[in-house]
């Protein structure tokens, strides 16, 4: 497997090299640039922005820009924020542990709910409860994610109260109570509707797939055989029926593995998340390049290793897959 590892990250690099110019190039064809935000607030005259575009290196051709990119990045150096001033690592490391903490929780709680979902509906095929699930699957498939997440605001923080205290029963957004010291409680009560939010929809279709790939495998001979053998109910659904069932969902999983780093952009903005998902939009409105560049690439790299990581599970999940 290492071999196999190894194998696929080396042929990869030319990918990663692809999508860079790629993305490069889009960034600098669009309107607007990292000086623009000046520009519209009229706050430099033009030789101060002149100045500014000469110290960022906008003036220069866009392949030497580019080769000046990729030079700092194999170096370790990802470039400066524009409008902070700030180390672009920097600025990723302070907003990394939000997302990675809400993405976490979501996806934990999503898996927690799905797979013991998907298991049960297929086996009770056409029961009242696989009807139920079939229809709420539809319903959290087709509903836009942002319109889930502003109903949720508009039924438990503007609704809602709590009888105790008369507040609003959740909060609106952010990671903690403003002016409080840490809580768990209170971190816990932040997080329950960007987590609601994000796991609705994740619910919906890890559910889904689960039951119609189930449905699939418990019919296999091997299964019949095992149930000869006269192993419980239970051992044969999960383990010669989940295990195998499980290959498509490892692939939906694998897809959304560099949501952990880059968050859900719909549900930072609208819960105030101080995450990775606000930050590229913040970066997006400000035109800041080595930031959004930044971003963009570290997400191609966890999706490279997101699928490697995959396939490297089919084979544990399925003996008969080989990796030669």
Same mark, same amino acid.
């Given at each position: 497997?290492?071999?196999?590892?190894?194998?696929?990250?080396?042929?990869?690099?030319?990918?990663?090299?692809?999508?860079?110019?790629?993305?490069?190039?889009?960034?600098?064809?669009?309107?607007?640039?990292?000086?623009?935000?000046?520009?519209?607030?009229?706050?430099?005259?033009?030789?101060?922005?002149?100045?500014?575009?000469?110290?960022?290196?906008?003036?220069?051709?866009?392949?030497?820009?580019?080769?000046?990119?990729?030079?700092?990045?194999?170096?370790?150096?990802?470039?400066?924020?524009?409008?902070?001033?700030?180390?672009?690592?920097?600025?990723?490391?302070?907003?990394?542990?939000?997302?990675?903490?809400?993405?976490?929780?979501?996806?934990?709680?999503?898996?927690?709910?799905?797979?013991?979902?998907?298991?049960?509906?297929?086996?009770?095929?056409?029961?009242?409860?696989?009807?139920?699930?079939?229809?709420?699957?539809?319903?959290?498939?087709?509903?836009?994610?942002?319109?889930?997440?502003?109903?949720?605001?508009?039924?438990?923080?503007?609704?809602?109260?709590?009888?105790?205290?008369?507040?609003?029963?959740?909060?609106?957004?952010?990671?903690?109570?403003?002016?409080?010291?840490?809580?768990?409680?209170?971190?816990?009560?932040? $997080? #329950?509707?960007?987590?609601?939010? *994000? %796991?609705?929809?994740?619910? !919906? +279709?890890?559910?889904?797939?689960? &039951?119609? @790939?189930?449905?699939?495998?418990?019919?296999?001979?091997?299964?019949?055989?095992?149930?000869?053998?006269?192993?419980?109910?239970?051992?044969?659904?999960?383990?010669?029926?989940?295990?195998?069932?499980?290959?498509?969902?490892?692939?939906?999983?694998?897809?959304?593995?560099?949501?952990?780093?880059?968050?859900?952009?719909?549900?930072?903005?609208?819960?105030?998340?101080?995450?990775?998902?606000?930050?590229?939009?913040?970066?997006?409105?400000?035109?800041?390049?080595?930031?959004?560049?930044?971003?963009?690439?570290?997400?191609?790299? $966890? #999706?490279?290793?997101?699928?490697? *990581? %995959?396939?490297?599970?089919? !084979? +544990?999940?399925?003996?008969?897959? &080989?990796? @030669?």
């Amino acid at each position: 497997m290492v071999a196999f590892a190894i194998r696929r990250i080396v042929g990869a690099i030319p990918l990663l090299l692809f999508v860079s110019v790629a993305v490069f190039a889009l960034l600098h064809a669009a309107p607007g640039g990292p000086t623009g935000a000046y520009m519209r607030r009229g706050s430099m005259n033009a030789a101060d922005l002149a100045a500014l575009e000469q110290k960022l290196g906008l003036n220069d051709p866009l392949p030497v820009q580019y080769g000046k990119w990729l030079g700092r990045v194999v170096q370790g150096d990802l470039g400066m924020a524009v409008t902070t001033k700030r180390p672009v690592a920097v600025e990723i490391m302070d907003r990394l542990p939000h997302t990675l903490t809400l993405m976490a929780v979501a996806w934990g709680a999503t898996l927690l709910i799905a797979i013991p979902i998907g298991i049960f509906s297929a086996v009770r095929q056409y029961s009242k409860f696989d009807h139920a699930v079939t229809m709420l699957t539809f319903i959290g498939q087709s509903i836009p994610i942002f319109w889930f997440g502003l109903i949720l605001l508009l039924i438990f923080y503007m609704r809602l109260e709590n009888p105790f205290t008369g507040e609003p029963l959740m909060p609106a957004g952010g990671v903690a109570t403003m002016g409080a010291p840490f809580s768990l409680t209170d971190r816990i009560h932040h $997080l #329950i509707l960007p987590v609601t939010m *994000l %796991a609705a929809g994740w619910v !919906a +279709w890890y559910s889904r797939f689960l &039951r119609a @790939s189930m449905l699939e495998t418990i019919h296999q001979d091997y299964v019949r055989t095992a149930r000869a053998k006269g192993l419980s109910e239970r051992l044969v659904i999960l383990r010669h029926g989940f295990r195998n069932a499980a290959i498509p969902l490892v692939t939906l999983m694998a897809l959304d593995v560099p949501f952990l780093f880059t968050g859900a952009l719909f549900t930072e903005v609208i819960f105030a998340w101080p995450g990775m998902g606000r930050l590229f939009y913040a970066a997006a409105e400000r035109r800041d390049y080595g930031l959004l560049m930044a971003i963009i690439m570290i997400t191609s790299v $966890l #999706i490279v290793l997101a699928n490697i *990581l %995959a396939d490297m599970l089919y !084979a +544990w999940l399925d003996p008969r897959i &080989r990796l @030669s």
